[in-house]
């Protein structure tokens, strides 16, 4: 009797070992299913530094100007147009050099797109008109918030500087 339990542990043993190396991560093994960490956020596109445009260089490349917003809440940006462009919103801030619109504008259109959460007690930065940005490039002295991704405004982007 003494031998059919110890075969049985050694098996019972054999089994829970076989499994528990199945279960094991293996550091070659592709992962299975949502990974668990935030996805990494993509870069923003800065782009043509030198120069300075206004919502009329963007309006020549395609971009339908709608109406202008108000830019009280935005530190230092010169004027706010909402717009269209190839039918998605696109929202044109307009700072006087591409240094203010990332030192008074980056941060506010990182919160605008989600991309960072707002100070406490923080106000200000997006527009009443949209506050679903998903995305912006900085191109010259203008922000450019895209309604849902980079790609969709890439073609005006590199229009603008043409």
Request: net charge negative.
């Amino acid at each position: 009797m003494s031998n059919i339990r110890f075969l049985s542990l050694v098996v019972v043993l054999a089994v829970i070992s076989m499994f528990a190396s199945a279960c094991a991560p293996s550091s070659s093994a592709e992962p299975v299913g949502e990974s668990i960490s935030e996805p990494e956020l993509d870069a923003v596109q800065i782009t043509l530094p030198n120069d300075v445009f206004t919502a009329d260089d963007v309006a020549a490349v395609g971009w339908k100007k709608s109406k202008e917003l108000s830019p009280e809440t935005l530190p230092d940006v010169a004027s706010v147009w909402y717009g269209f462009y190839d039918q998605r919103d696109v929202e044109v801030r307009v700072y006087e050099t591409q240094a203010e619109a990332i030192s008074s504008g980056q941060e506010i259109a990182d919160v605008a797109t989600g991309r960072r959460k707002p100070a406490p007690f923080a106000s200000g930065g997006i527009s009443s008109t949209r506050t679903s940005y998903s995305t912006y490039a900085i191109v010259g002295n203008l922000i450019l918030l895209c309604e849902i991704k980079i790609e969709d405004c890439q073609s005006l982007i590199d229009g603008i500087g043409r």
